[in-house]
Nanobody, 121 residues
Framework: QVQLVESGGGLVQPGGSLRLSCAAS????????MGWYRQAPGKQRDVVAR???????NYADSVKGRFTISRDNAKNTVYLQMNSLKPEDTAVYYC???????????????WGQGTQVTVSS
């Protein structure tokens, strides 16, 4: 059974920073593209940033220059460093990963449970 477990959310003042982590655990053969998404109340879930297994990255325009996505392949973990946070960054942040479990040879999409990020003074 594969699970994605997120950590690092919380309350921060505008202009502050947070670092999110998401670790994939279980019987894993390989992990492909990993990404962070966010969903604000009453809005759809949107992509924030993605990173391939080869560490190619892409970002939503709204976070370019402020957020940095990275990964540690040895730990099957993806990170999101968030700087210069704004109130409009407030949302539940979800981790998503494409994972090939050890007992299969097909990739499945997994989601984390979500972590709340609140930017407010």
């Amino acid at each position: 059974q594969v699970q994605l477990v997120e950590s690092g959310g919380g309350l921060v003042q505008p202009g502050g920073s947070l670092r999110l982590s998401c670790a994939a655990s279980g019987s894993i053969f390989s992990v492909g593209t990993m990404g962070w998404y966010r969903q604000a109340p009453g809005k759809q879930r949107d992509v924030v940033a993605r990173i391939t297994s080869g560490s190619s990255t892409n970002y939503a325009d709204s976070v370019k220059g402020r957020f940095t996505i990275s990964r540690d392949n040895a730990k099957n973990t993806v990170y999101l460093q968030m700087n210069s946070l704004k109130p409009e960054d407030t949302a539940v942040y979800y981790c998503k990963a494409g994972v090939v479990p050890s007992s299969f040879r097909s990739e499945f999409i997994y989601w984390g449970q979500g972590t709340q990020v609140t930017v407010s003074s």
